[in-house]
């Protein structure tokens, strides 16, 4: 394992389920916190966030910019931005957006859009663990890429 990295176990969400990768953090949004897990999606295009959620950390849905539409089975729910910082002890918080959906039987998913811009991730399936690490500033000049 890497410095500056932690390493996470798979999850069993509800007993006798499969055991997926779900990651621990802390979500903040103007000043109430919630400690949530939110599972790493890497074929979710972005990050998704239920209603419920949202209002537990104070968002007004009708003060969020204009809705969104989602695809998939979340294709049939209004969506709306929603910005909230995020920390995956020991790590800095970052800043995730999310689409807030009026869902609310949906888990907190991890997607592309920004969860894997933010940090990196490797998985390791075979041991049911996975590890986490910020994002590292690359210089790519120096490494002839640009």
Not at 32 to 38: E, K, L, M, W
Not at 72 to 93: C, D, K, M, Q
Not at 107 to 126: A, H, W
Request: glycine fraction near 8%.
């Amino acid at each position: 394992m890497l410095a500056n990295t932690r390493r996470f176990p798979f999850a069993d969400p509800r007993p006798g389920s499969i055991k997926l990768p779900y990651v621990p953090m802390i979500l903040t949004y103007q000043g109430r916190s919630v400690s949530i897990s939110g599972l790493l999606d890497t074929g979710a295009t972005v990050n998704v966030l239920p209603y419920d959620l949202g209002i537990e950390l104070g968002a007004v849905w009708e003060q969020q910019p204009a809705p969104l539409r989602l695809t998939g089975n979340l294709g049939g729910y209004e969506a709306r931005n929603l910005i909230v910082s995020a920390t995956v002890e020991p790590f800095a918080p970052v800043k995730l957006v999310f689409a807030w959906t009026h869902h609310r039987h949906v888990p907190v998913i991890l997607g592309q859009m920004n969860f894997f811009l933010e940090f990196d991730v490797c998985f390791f399936g075979s041991q049911s663990v996975f590890d986490i690490a910020p994002k590292q500033k690359r210089d790519y000049k120096e490494k002839g890429f640009a």
